[in-house]
Structure formats: C-alpha cells, structure tokens
C-alpha cells in the first residue's frame, strides 16, 4: 500500500515562494506523479503532473510560469516549486501518484498566501 509524506507548506506573502515535496513509501515511483489543489468551498483541481521519467511536464493555465514540478525517484519524491505566489494559490494542496489509472492521495498539506 502507498503511503505518502507531503511537507512544505505553510504562510507566505504575495510573491514569496515555497517548495511542497511528497515523499512515497511502499512502492517505486516509476508512474506519473502531480499535484492537485482544493480552495475552501472549491472543488479540487490540478495543478501540474510529470511523467514517470521526468522528461514531460504539465500545468494548469493558471500556474504556468509560476510553478515548477519535478521528481527525484531515486528519492521516490516529487516536488511543487510554487514562486510568485498569489492569494488565490491558496488551498491544501495533495500530490498523487497515478498508478494506471488508478490515483492513490496524499494526506495533503495547506497553502496560505497572505499579507
């Protein structure tokens, strides 16, 4: 069974930058991996995955430019560079792994951009 340790968020300015990892136990990365968001009353949404090799990325229109994914599997972590922050990037944010079409979560971790 899949476990994951996501860490790294917390409170920061407009502008201000965070690094999310989401470390998996329990089986080896070798699948697509990203992150999801979910603001309170919103449903949940994606944000940007990366292929099981790292060499192709994706990204919601609303991040793009401003986050960077990437993994290290020889760690089994994947990781969400978040700059130039905005209020509207809050939310908990949830890395998934997505094993054939199958997605198991992480637990989650909150993101409050804030003055």
């Known amino acids: 069974q899949v476990q994951f340790v996501e860490s790294g968020g917390g409170l920061v300015q407009p502008e201000g930058s965070l690094r999310l990892s989401c470390a998996a136990s329990?089986?080896?990365?070798?699948?697509?991996m990203g992150w999801f968001r979910q603001a309170p009353g919103k449903e949940r949404e994606f944000v940007a995955n990366?292929?099981?090799?790292?060499?192709?990325?994706y990204y919601a229109t609303s991040v793009n430019g401003r986050f960077t994914i990437s993994r290290d599997n020889g760690k089994n972590t994947v990781y969400l560079q978040m700059d130039h922050l905005k209020p509207e990037d809050t939310a908990v944010y949830y890395c998934?792994?997505?094993?054939?079409?199958?997605?198991?979560w992480g637990q989650g971790t909150q993101v409050t951009v804030s003055s």
């Open positions: 990366v292929a099981w090799n790292g060499n192709k990325t």
């Open positions: 329990g089986i080896r990365i070798r699948y697509d």
């Open positions: 998934y792994l997505d094993q054939s079409g199958v997605r198991s």
